[in-house]
């Protein structure tokens, strides 16, 4: 069983920082977190989910979406089976609930939804102007 459990979300204005986080446990995930591939999604009200940023599980290299590249960074820490997506010069757009996912021995550039088969439950991110 995976689980993915993410705190760190919340309100903030327009321009600051937020740095969510996303904890895996489960028997699985704690022998093999990194072996995972892991990414951040997000969905705003009335919109699909879509792509934020991605981290490799094999060379640890990272994807991020257009909207977000040079604001948002994702890395990972594997001795602590977490990820972080660190956020700046946030945005009111950037509105949403956050989502991490995660797909085992994933080497892929596409990333959609139906790609990654664990996902944590969301945190929401208010951005106020």
């Known amino acids: 069983q995976v689980q993915l459990v993410e705190p760190g979300g919340g309100l903030v204005q327009a321009g600051g920082p937020l740095r969510p986080s996303c904890a895996a446990s489960g028997r699985t995930f704690g022998s093999y977190f990194s072996s995972y591939t892991m990414a951040w999604f997000r969905q705003a009200p009335g919109k699909e989910r879509e792509f934020v940023a991605a981290i490799l599980w094999n060379d640890g290299s990272t994807s991020a979406a257009t909207s977000v590249k040079g604001r948002f960074t994702i890395s990972r820490d594997n001795t602590k089976n977490t990820v972080y997506l660190q956020m700046n010069s946030l945005k009111p757009e950037d509105t949403a609930v956050y989502y991490c996912?995660?797909?085992?021995?994933?080497?892929?550039?596409?990333?959609?939804?139906?790609?990654?088969?664990?996902w944590g439950q969301g945190t929401q991110v208010t951005v106020s102007s």
């Open positions: 996912a995660a797909r085992l021995y994933y080497s892929g550039s596409d990333y959609y939804p139906s790609h990654f088969a664990s």
